[in-house]
C-alpha cells in the first residue's frame, strides 16, 4: 500500500511557475514508475508526464514537452513536476500516481495507486 499526497498547486498568473510536489508513504518508493496526471473540468483525465525508477528515463505528452519537468528524488520518496510558462489551459486538478509496471507508462488504468490532488488555477 502506498499513500500519495501532493501539494504546491495553487493561483498563478499566465507566464508564472509552480512546482509541485508528491510524497509518498512507505519505504518502497523507488520500486515504483511515478506519474503525473491532470484533469480540467468536463474533460477526462490526461497523461502528463511520467518518470522511471532511480530516474532511469522519463516521457512528456507532447502538449507540454518544454514548459513541464518531472523529477523524483528516491531519499525523500518525492515526485517533482516543474511547471514553467503556465497558461491558463493548464488549468486543472493535478494528481500523481504510481505503478508496478515495467516500461514507459503512460496509461491512467496502468497506475495503481493515486493521490487525492492538488488545484491548479491560471489567470489570464
Known amino acids: 500500500q502506498v499513500m500519495l499526497v501532493e501539494s504546491g498547486g495553487g493561483l498563478v498568473q499566465a507566464g508564472g511557475s509552480l512546482r509541485l510536489s508528491c510524497v509518498a508513504s512507505?519505504?518502497?518508493?523507488?520500486?515504483?514508475?511515478m506519474g503525473w496526471f491532470r484533469q480540467a473540468p468536463g474533460k477526462e483525465r490526461e497523461f502528463i508526464a511520467a518518470i522511471g525508477r532511480s530516474g532511469a528515463w522519463t516521457y512528456y505528452a507532447d502538449s507540454v514537452k518544454g514548459r513541464f519537468t518531472i523529477s523524483r528524488d528516491d531519499v525523500k520518496n518525492t515526485v517533482y513536476l516543474q511547471i514553467n510558462s503556465l497558461k491558463p489551459e493548464d488549468t486543472a486538478e493535478y494528481y500523481c500516481?504510481?505503478?508496478?509496471?515495467?516500461?514507459?507508462?503512460?496509461?491512467?488504468?496502468?497506475?495503481?495507486?493515486w493521490g487525492q490532488g492538488t488545484q491548479v488555477t491560471v489567470s489570464s
Open positions: 512507505g519505504r518502497t518508493f523507488s520500486r515504483y514508475v
Open positions: 500516481a504510481a505503478s508496478y509496471m515495467v516500461g514507459i507508462v503512460i496509461k491512467s488504468e496502468e497506475y495503481r495507486y
